[in-house]
């Protein structure tokens, strides 16, 4: 099977001090302000892909100097949907009398609206598929088999989104694993993105909870170069991690596996 590099979109942060401030807020709040109320408020924001997020602080400015680069890291992990259609982000920090005022600038891959599409389809096509599904792992292996023979592995190395995963019927590993993210939580399947390597480089996959334990299921490799209409393999599916390791290593810390 041919190995595919499909480029991950990674966010980036960079400080700028001194910069201009958007005086667009989430609001002051008081002196006990602290970073996990500030998480929740810009998750909200990117929740709602919101391009220009900007509050002011009243914490304590020290520890948000401090941890401003991992707060904004930690609130993206929440949602493994949210953070791999996060393109890049830029933050600013300027400080005025007893509150700092930081804008969080940030590029999408999927906007809220493709989004709110995904879901849509989703929602249409996803009875017919599990409907004769009896427990998880045929429900997992449904909504597998249905991605991997609706999506053709994009070569262009172009379309990196759910959303473009339905709209074009073609997208890299990271649209077919945001695809099966999305059906799998609306199917109550829990799931995560795994974020690795394989020999053609950076590649990401699924890793799902089926029956009380963790798998991994790589659609995208499981899905014929050149496309083959109709035809799904299973050589990355359900895998424990001894199995998946002999062509995968992930970089990140994830249940165990298998």
Not at 171 to 186: D, P, T
Request: proline letters at 2%; hydrophobic letters at 40%.
């Amino acid at each position: 099977m041919l190995q595919r590099l499909g480029r991950i979109a990674l966010a980036a942060s960079v400080l700028f001090a001194g910069l201009g401030f958007d005086d667009r807020r989430i609001g002051v709040a008081s002196s006990e302000q602290t970073l996990a109320q500030l998480g929740d408020a810009i998750f909200a924001q990117l929740e709602e892909r919101k391009t220009d997020i900007a509050f002011a602080y009243a914490g304590d400015r020290e520890e948000l100097s401090a941890r401003i680069a991992s707060l904004l890291k930690e609130t993206l992990a929440r949602d493994d949907y949210l953070a791999y259609n996060v393109d890049a982000y830029l933050y600013t920090i300027r400080k005025w009398g007893a509150t700092a005022n930081v804008s969080v600038k940030v590029t999408y891959r999927e906007t809220a609206a493709e989004t709110a599409l995904v879901d849509e389809r989703i929602r249409v096509v996803l009875p017919a598929i599990v409907k004769d599904a009896a427990g998880d792992r045929e429900r997992v292996r449904a909504i597998h088999d249905w991605i991997v023979t609706h999506v053709a592995y994009d070569t262009a190395l172009r379309r990196y989104t759910a959303y473009d995963a339905l709209e074009t019927g073609s997208a890299v590993c990271q649209g077919y694993s945001l695809l099966a993210y999305r059906m799998l939580k609306l199917a109550g399947i829990e799931t995560r993105i795994a974020e690795g390597r394989v020999d053609s480089g950076s590649h990401v996959w699924n890793l799902v909870k089926a029956d009380g334990r963790w798998y991994h299921m790589d659609a995208t490799w499981d899905d014929p170069v050149p496309d083959r209409p109709g035809q799904a393999s299973h050589a990355y599916f359900l895998k424990s991690d001894a199995e998946m390791s002999k062509d995968h290593a992930w970089t990140k810390t994830y249940p165990p596996a298998g």
